[in-house]
Nanobody, 126 residues
Framework: VQLQASGGGLVQAGGSLRLSCVAS????????MAWFRQAPGEEREFVAA????????YYSDSVKGRFTISRDNAKNTVYLQMNSLKPEDTAVYYC????????????????????WGQGTLVTVSS
């Protein structure tokens, strides 16, 4: 399984970015997907997740109302639309996928995810 993330960059506070993550190596549509982020000196933290059918989405309190996760199963791609960006959103963003299919809510814990993209850097200037 390979996950390829892209879309990061430098943006001013209040701006927007859209991250993409293309998956390959297995049937994308049968797995939950998630985005995590890691700021310098900090632990990796949950940002958002989406169920395999895209029927349910989940967000951390820090991004709720500003970020939107979505997926296009025909394109094997998960997206993270980030609006109203703040300097504290600066981090490397990682897409991830669990080892197994699950009908339960996606986990918020990094250890529950087996596959990770290479990360894409988002820098928000004040």
């Amino acid at each position: 399984v390979q996950l390829q993330a892209s879309g990061g960059g430098l943006v001013q506070a209040g701006g927007s970015l859209r991250l993409s993550c293309v998956a390959s190596g297995r049937t994308f549509s049968t797995y939950n997907m998630a985005w995590f982020r890691q700021a310098p000196g900090e632990e990796r933290e949950f940002v958002a997740a989406i169920s395999w059918r895209a029927s349910n989405t989940y967000y951390s309190d820090s991004v709720k109302g500003r970020f939107t996760i979505s997926r296009d199963n025909a394109k094997n791609t998960v997206y993270l639309q980030m609006n109203s960006l703040k300097p504290e959103d600066t981090a490397v963003y990682y897409c991830s996928s669990p080892e197994s299919f699950s009908v339960t809510r996606p986990s918020y814990l990094p250890d529950d995810y087996a596959y990770w993209g290479q990360g894409t850097l988002v820098t928000v200037s004040s």
